[in-house]
């Protein structure tokens, strides 16, 4: 594909829900990173992959964060019994390598809202 | 831990020519990047600086100064479209994976 692709694009759930978003990264790249962007904020790194190494999960704010990787494929962050601080958009991007981490490429994200 | 301090907003005239600073605290150094953002748009990579001095990318330039732990983006003969949010970021570590973001500018441009 041209570039990372997310899906859903945008997601309403009710309090305490489970949700799952997607990340395709860009064919070939090796290194995947998943972001959390609250409104007029910065972006918050929340974990990395990097081929079949262990992730760092170093950023994942609560247990109730997790996240998936196959190989150098696609990636799933699953948020359990969803809160409505976890309310912002989740972006993924990608990288050749974690040595261009540098330069990453990021999907349009999605937008979660809990109500 | 890494900090990045940035101006909230910078506002410009079409045309013009405007610079966002970035000033960071790094526990080691491993370069700076910029990113653009427009409203409800995915970041994109604009440059990086790994040693002191000028890049340059058309109308998009990036200084950087380790000495004064400084960096900053120069935007040249701006247009509307460029209208958008500006990041900075730096790798944590050596051949880090994990970039710190700074809190953004958001440049106006204005006819």
């Known amino acids: 594909g041209a570039g990372v692709s997310q899906s859903p694009s945008n997601k309403v759930t009710e309090k305490g829900k489970d949700v799952e978003l997607r990340c395709d990264p860009i064919?070939?790249?090796?290194?995947l990173y998943w972001y959390r962007q609250r409104l007029g904020q910065g972006l918050e790194f929340l974990i990395y992959f990097q081929g079949n190494s262990a992730p760092d999960k170093s950023g994942l704010p609560s247990d109730r964060f997790s996240a998936e990787r196959t190989g150098e494929s696609v990636s799933t962050l699953t948020i359990q019994r969803t809160q409505q601080e976890d309310s912002a958009v989740y972006l993924c991007?990608?990288?050749?390598?974690?040595?261009?981490?540098?330069?990453?490429?990021f999907g349009p994200g999605t937008r979660l809202t809990v109500t | 831990g890494q900090s990045l301090e940035q101006p909230s907003e910078v506002t410009a005239v079409e045309g013009a020519i405007v610079q966002i600073n970035c000033t960071y605290q790094t526990s080691g150094f491993y370069g700076l990047s910029w990113y653009q953002q427009h409203d409800g748009g995915a970041p994109t990579f604009l440059s990086y600086?790994?040693?002191?001095g000028l890049e340059e990318t058309g109308r998009f330039s990036s200084f950087l100064s380790r000495s004064d732990s400084y960096g900053y983006l120069l935007l040249q003969e701006l247009q509307m479209k460029d209208s958008a949010s500006y990041f900075c970021?730096?790798?944590?570590?050596?051949?880090?994976?994990?970039?710190?973001f700074g809190k953004g500018t958001k440049l106006s441009v204005i006819p």
């Open positions: 970021a730096v790798p944590s570590g050596a051949g880090s994976y994990q970039l710190t």
């Open positions: 600086n790994a040693l002191d």
């Open positions: 064919s070939g790249h090796t290194a």
């Open positions: 991007a990608s990288s050749r390598t974690k040595t261009d981490a540098y330069e990453q490429y």
